[in-house]
Structure formats: structure tokens, C-alpha cells
Nanobody
């Protein structure tokens, strides 16, 4: 069982930056693919970025060049550095941990609001 706790959300002006953190519990953290998703009001949850235990990353086209995902396997932490934020980045951001087809865990989410 994995528990995930996000932090770092808040209100920021357009063009600003925020850093989200996700603390994970459980064993074998480095075996899990870690990801960030977001859900804006009235929209479906969508993937933002993911990172393997070895550090390979993927990004949604909408955030490429602005967001950076990283992880610290020793501390069981994953981060999302967000820069050049836009109002359309406003959403609840969720941390996700998955391994194989069975293990899939979610955090409670953290609100990010970008004002214009």
C-alpha cells in the first residue's frame, strides 16, 4: 500500500512559479512510476508529467518547457517545478504512483490557482 501527500499549491500570478511536492510512504519507491495529473473545473483529469524510477520523463505538450518533474528515491519524494504559469494551469493537481497493471495510488490533491 502506498500513501501520497501533496503540498505546495497556492495562488500565484500569471508568469509566476510554484513547486509542488509529493511525499510517498511504503516500500520499493524506486520501482514505481510517479506522475502528476490535474483536473480543472468541469474538465476531466489529465496527465501532466511522469517519471520512472530511473529518471525518464514525459510531459504533456501544454506544459513542455515550463514544468519539470523530478524525484528523490532516497527521500521518497516527487516534485513538480512549474514556471511561466498561465491561468489555464489552474486546477487541482494530483500525485499518482503506479506499478504494473494493479497498483495505482492517488493523493488527495492540491489546488493551484493562477490569476491573470
Amino acid at each position: 500500500q502506498v500513501q501520497l501527500v501533496e503540498s505546495g499549491g497556492g495562488l500565484v500570478q500569471a508568469g509566476g512559479s510554484l513547486r509542488l511536492s509529493c511525499a510517498a510512504s511504503g516500500s520499493f519507491f524506486s520501482l514505481y512510476v510517479m506522475a502528476w495529473y490535474r483536473q480543472a473545473p468541469g474538465k476531466q483529469r489529465e496527465p501532466v508529467a511522469d517519471i520512472t524510477g530511473g529518471g525518464s520523463t514525459n510531459y504533456a505538450d501544454s506544459v513542455k518547457g515550463r514544468f519539470t518533474i523530478s524525484r528523490d528515491n532516497a527521500k521518497k519524494m516527487v516534485y513538480l517545478q512549474m514556471t511561466s504559469l498561465k491561468p489555464e494551469d489552474t486546477a487541482v493537481y494530483y500525485c499518482n504512483s503506479r506499478r504494473g497493471a494493479v497498483e495505482d495510488y492517488w493523493g488527495q490533491g492540491t489546488q493551484v490557482t493562477v490569476s491573470s
